[in-house]
């Protein structure tokens, strides 16, 4: 999956033109090969943040650049999953949903 500052700012100038984030709503845009890992990006931002509002076994842990590591683990199953945002990945998650705040706190912009 395409990640990072490239991949924000494609998200950031798609929402800015008005294109919905879902392929059945901008099928012609998501269909082009170059916005079809921003749309993967984008489901990949919703699950974190549907992760951080209903799973109470995630640990957060705010970075000093403004930054989150997110870790999920479970014991009985023996697994550990870490999620590492950047500072412009929570500022944009906070953005869309204000209840985020909550967990990752006030983003440095």
Excluded: C, K
């Amino acid at each position: 999956m395409q990640r990072g500052p490239r991949s924000l700012a494609r998200l950031q100038a798609l929402e800015a033109l008005g294109v919905p984030l879902s392929r059945n709503r901008a099928f012609e845009v998501f269909s082009d090969e170059r916005y079809r890992p921003v749309l993967r990006y984008a489901l990949h931002l919703r699950r974190v943040a549907r992760l951080l509002r209903h799973d109470p076994r995630l640990i957060v842990r705010q970075e000093p650049d403004g930054g989150a590591t997110l870790v999920l683990a479970d014991r009985r199953a023996r697994y550990r999953h870490t999620v590492f945002l950047e500072a412009a990945e929570v500022a944009w998650l906070v953005r869309h949903d204000q209840t985020l705040e909550r967990w990752l706190g006030n983003p440095i912009e």
